[in-house]
């Protein structure tokens, strides 16, 4: 089998789009907003039955759900801007057993075995290699035959991956 090779560069607005997606996919996501539904409801309840008292339960949930999504989005504008090589022109090319990732100032490569999963999004295929790490690939830059390799390569490396 050949290698592919796809080049990609993230701008700072897709990174905070990509951060802003996984967190709402993750676990943690469905907890921050159920927990802000449950402000807002128990706040709507105890405002119908005491206005004057519950007001600061009701606010509480506003504040909490602007807070923590404005601490996310300094968090993840931080990480973009701090790190020069995730604003750089990437060259990831996959082999059977191996993905080498080749930036303007950095060379790396790892086993496609190590990879955690590989999930994509509307614009983006992410190599994630935990929980919270990951490469985002433009898909704009893949066609079908490429992503069709790219499915068989995870797949025969036992990658867990929802590219399809």
């Known amino acids: 089998m050949n290698t592919l090779s796809i080049l990609t560069q993230l701008?700072?607005?897709d990174y905070l789009k990509i951060c802003f997606t996984l967190k709402y996919k993750s676990i943690r996501g469905y907890l921050s907003i159920g927990l802000a539904i449950f402000y807002f409801t128990i706040g709507i309840f105890l405002l119908i039955k005491d206005p004057q008292s519950s007001i600061i339960v009701f606010v509480s949930g506003i504040i909490y759900i602007t807070i923590t999504n404005l601490m996310f989005y300094l968090k993840s504008?931080?990480?973009f801007t701090s790190n020069k090589k995730l604003q750089e022109m990437i060259?990831?090319?996959?082999?059977?057993n191996s993905i080498k990732i080749t930036g303007e100032t950095f060379e790396s490569t790892f086993s496609t075995k190590t990879i955690y999963k590989v999930t994509s999004t509307k614009n983006w295929l992410l190599v994630m290699l935990n929980a919270d790490n990951f490469y985002a690939?433009?898909?704009?830059?893949?066609?079908?035959?490429d992503m069709f390799t790219l499915?068989?390569?995870?797949s025969m490396n036992g990658v867990k991956n929802s590219i399809f």
């Open 137 to 145: 690939i433009s898909k704009g830059n893949i066609n079908e035959d």
């Open 151 to 154: 499915k068989t390569i995870f």
């Open 77 to 79: 504008y931080s990480q």
């Open 91 to 96: 060259c990831y090319t996959f082999g059977e």
């Open 11 to 13: 701008s700072r607005q």
